[in-house]
């Protein structure tokens, strides 16, 4: 109903002894505090909604007649809905006695399957609207019962407006006595350290939680902020739904989107539009997470707006220390809060009393905001580590109880969270890190720092190293020099290499900036145990004062201080003035303007550090135009912007308010398709009879190049081959690179000096391939087949980035479309099954068809560009109409024979078994030795020997056969994981590597075993386990391995779409008789690891 002046009534509390389950609440407000509301919502400024526990329990009601099924019965809530109508589903369902999982809609469908598997769930509710992908992934892993939500106006008919008056038919009372020990919902786990896990809530542990000090003490609080948090996570079902029923609190919510349907979508939560809609319903406090307390304490009505809270409490990660500060000081009641899944909400929210008012803070206060006090009911055992901080294990009581149990000797939890105690004041706790030395950041993301020390200090300019960052958004490191260091600046920059090495190893969010390295002085050297090892946190302590001043000094590049900024906002200026900016973080290396920044020498961190002055220079203007243009700088600025040219056109834009918006990934891609494809000339028609082969082959040296190139050496019926590649850097020459390669993989040497061998270098994105016209002229009159195998591997950037090696490939396109033999030239491209990376496995095995659709290939700029590449290369191939009754067709052919090859997972091939020592494949065989096993997976593998994808390309090259335009290269029959990593384990022993064979074991428990290496990892353990550096990605291949093993299905190949071959049988010989791979070949690739030492 509207909400009107009306007499305070003063709430009627439910009693907390078992006496009314936890289910039944809603009868009991709807018999006791009917008018009193439960939520508010507003939907237009200065109108407030409220709905009252009355509809609330009735709306309760009706959700359990429409959900209502076997008693005890799990059903999964995997939907998009409001929060006010995903709240009143999860509370109905108890109501009908079923038992509620909400689950989060961000979790992959392996571990949505993994969740429900383990508490026999086979009942899932969604919006098949917007989730439908989900569910039909998680349905083909597994048969679930899927239905429909109900809508908001199934349950609230009378919305906002309900009264006794209206018609009701409540759901049956729930029978038999209350057994406290049984399960009435489920929250899951984050998932942090694997899939998530679902953890079970009891009314025994509910009604002990509901009777803490916490929610006690929320009755003092009229309207509390609640809009923004994820309703299926444990503190968004506490604060949107058990504070209510408990405590008789109102919540604030954003106003429902969809009523009759679920096509709107919800509302995304963001700072600006939480802090507006608890304005506007009248909220009195606020719960959020530490980012969006950061952003209203950078804006003035945010920070106005907090000073007239009861309280701002904050929970999930730690607050920044300035920020609580600043906050503080105010008199603003800013709260720490603590809880888990496992055993709830511990500490209390402290409110101002009665006769203060909000903003009445003693100013001797303010030092203590980060502090916590335990509720009364709560028994902590402290356990001493030994360094003035203490572990919390939380033991049972009759007033707490848990939800899991992990401690040997007593009934309760080890929370591994570490703690310090207030100086003066007993009973008053700060949280100062994690038992396994995690770092959680601002944003709430959690690192592991000892992997990224371990690289650092194995530089030989490094005598010790401490990653630090705790509080904040970005991480730093401590770095004790082992030489004399006269000029810092100069000793980070020799550093930086090494420290850039670690950041390969690290989530994109734990990255460390060159300017975020921190330097000791010999007066104040690191602190060190006994042992000799660094006390890292005494270290983080005695040069905090350091650390502070170095965040300081980042922060402000993006709040304009020694930021110079350009001479205007114009192109022409922007262009200059990025210039100098991008070149001083290159290292002055000098940069060319129209060139893709990461082609020179530009990384992650080179881009984030230019998109933080770029703000810094807008903050610091004096025109609100410019300065408005800061709020449209993207975090991606730079990686979708990546030449100068491109930037600075972008920069100007946006300040002058002409910008364009976003793009989406599919629209790029076409965009670039459209690009390139524009002015393909049509083939020149050829009357001669083709004469014998004479091959371009681009990218000789590397791996697959090298093998190409030796067959068609071998080959008598090849008159020559041009062996095109990027020019040599140094003094190392194009032949010496092709003789290394060859001698690596076995090949037979003078078969380089064959007179059919011509070396060509150029660069491909320049005109004519950077070659001379007389050379340019001597291809167009002679190549008849072009293999371009040649291509930039780097899974980190943007499509933006590999566009010279798209220009590259439109290069070569024109050549063989102004060939003199180009009616009958072949045009072969080495793809890759990344270009299928957006495929859905719903539909099917991946054809080997032209796919139209670029949704199929996003997902990382390596995929997405090879994927722009076959489409362009197919353009010139086909002329696509649309046909009323076909669709697509191709209706005509320009005459230029062209075929893609999607390749996957290449391995080491013949004679020699050459595998690179840094593919995934040998780096987790030479950690098994350290773990003393083998990792198992259920499923296939369909790798490929690279002779026998060289052949398979050389099977189309000669072929007398029109060629197909796509065939996907891999192994038509896989093998076994489990027979492939068997064999690499007899064969370590055959080769004297080991003793005995190396046993196997299921990949979680291998992997286990390499999480708990990693933690502490020193140098010498990083060259022994090499695995650590590719930790997340094996993570990544264990999750999938559980998924594969919960499917019961043996054909499925982890982590990747099952792709058709039939096709490509029918083309290359070398595919359709390839033989299994087992023993022989791992004989091989063991033999070729040892003799480069790779196992010493």
Known sequence: ?????????????????????????????????????????????????????????????????????????????????????????????????LVPFPVSPRNSPEAVLSMLEKI?????????????????????????????????????????????SHSFEPYPDLSGELDVDRVIFYVHSSGSTGFPKPIPQTSRTVLSWFSLDTFVSMRNIKRIGGAHLPPFHALGINIQLLMPLSQVTTVALYPPTSISDHLTPITVPTSDNTMEHAQRCGATGILSVPSFVESWAQDSAGYDWMRGLQFVAYAGGPLATKVGDTLARAGINIISMYGATEFGCTTTLELPSPQSSAGDRSAS?????????????????????????????????????????????????????????????????????????VLILASGENMVPAPMESVIMSSPLVSGAVVFGRGRHQVGVL?????????????????????????????????????????????KPLPRVAKGTVAKKAAVKLYADEIDALYETGESNTQGADVTPPAAWTTSDLEVWLGVQAADINSDSPLDAGTDLFSQGFDSLSATFLRNRIMGALRSSSDPQVTQAVQKISQNVVFSNPTIKQLSAHIAQLVSGDEAGPISAIAAIEQMIEKYSTGLTEVRKSTDTPGAP?????????????????????????????????????????????????????????????????????DSALPQLGLSDAVYEQLCSSVNIIIHNAWRLDFNLSLASFEPNIRGTRNLVDLASSSANASTLRFLFTSTIASSQGWNPSKGVFPEEVQYDASVAVGGGYGESKYVCERVRILDHIHPTRNADMGMQILAKSGLHATSFRIGQITGGRPGGAWATSDWVPSFVKSSLALGALPD???????????????????????????????????????????????????????????????????????????????????????????????????????????????????MEVGLAALSTAKAQAASRAIAEVEPIGADYAQLWVDYWASKGFFN
């Not at 939907?43 to 409220?50: D, K, Q």
């Not at 086979?122 to 048969?143: D, E, F, H, M, Y």
């Not at 028994?379 to 149990?405: A, I, Y």
């Open 1 to 97: 109903m509207l909400a009107a002046m009306a007499p305070q009534i003063m709430p009627v509390y439910p009693p907390m002894d078992g006496s009314v389950r936890p289910a039944s609440l809603v009868d009991f407000h709807i018999a006791h505090n009917p008018t009193l509301p439960a939520f508010v919502f507003s939907e237009t400024p200065g109108s407030v909604v409220e709905v009252s526990f009355l509809e609330f329990g009735r709306a309760v009601h009706r959700a359990a007649h429409l959900l209502q099924g076997n008693k005890g019965e799990v059903v999964a809530l995997i939907a998009n809905v409001d929060n006010l109508l995903y709240q009143t589903l999860v509370a109905g369902m108890m109501r009908a006695g």
């Open 120 to 164: 026999s769930c086979t009942r899932i509710l969604t919006t098949t609207s917007s989730l439908g992908g989900l569910i039909n992934q998680v349905k083909a892993l597994a048969p679930f019962d899927v239905e429909e939500s109900p809508t908001l106006s199934q349950c609230y008919p009378f919305l906002g407006q309900e009264t006794a």
């Open 365 to 437: 206060e303010p030092s203590e905001w980060a502090y916590m006090r335990f509720s009364k009911g709560v028994n902590v055992r402290w356990v001493p580590q030994g360094d003035g901080t203490f572990e919390s294990q939380f033991l049972t009581t009759e007033f707490h109880k848990m939800c899991v149990t992990n401690l040997p000797d007593v009934s309760g939890y080890a929370s591994n969270d570490l703690w310090t105690p207030h100086p003066t004041k007993a009973g008053l706790w700060k949280i100062v890190g994690r038992l396994d030395d």
């Open 479 to 523: 770095i004790e020099p082992a030489i004399p260091v006269v000029d810092v600046a100069e000793f980070r920059n020799r550093v930086w290499l090494t420290v850039d090495e670690a950041n390969k190893s690290a989530p994109t969010f734990a990255r460390i900036f060159k300017e975020m390295i921190l330097v000791t002085t010999e007066n």
């Open 694 to 762: 004479v091959v371009l082959l681009t990218g000789s040296t590397g791996g697959l190049g090298s093998c190409m190139l030796q067959e068609l050496l071998q080959d008598g019926r090849v008159e020559r081959v041009y062996a095109y590649n990027r020019p040599a850097r140094g003094t190392i020459t194009i032949e010496d690179r092709q003789k290394d390669a060859f001698l690596d993989k076995g090949f037979e040497l003078g078969l380089l000096e064959s007179e059919k061998l011509v070396y060509l270098e150029g």
């Open 937 to 1051: 997976a259920q499923g296939v593998a369909a790798w490929l020997p690279v002779d026998v994808v060289s052949q398979a390309v050389l099977d189309v090259a000669l072929s007398e056969q029109a060629p197909t335009l796509v065939l996907n290269i891999v192994h038509p029959r896989p093998s076994q994981w489990t027979t492939i990593i068997e064999a690499i384990g007899h064969a370590l022993h055959r080769a004297g590597v080991t003793e005995m064979a190396v046993p196997l074991i299921p990949f979680g428990e291998w992997l286990g075993e390499l999480e708990q290496r990693a933690v502490g990892a020193d140098a010498d353990a990083m060259a022994r386990i090499p695995a650590i550096k590719l930790l997340d990605f094996f993570r990544g291949m264990a999750e999938m391995d559980t998924g594969v093993r919960r499917s019961g299905r043996t054909d």
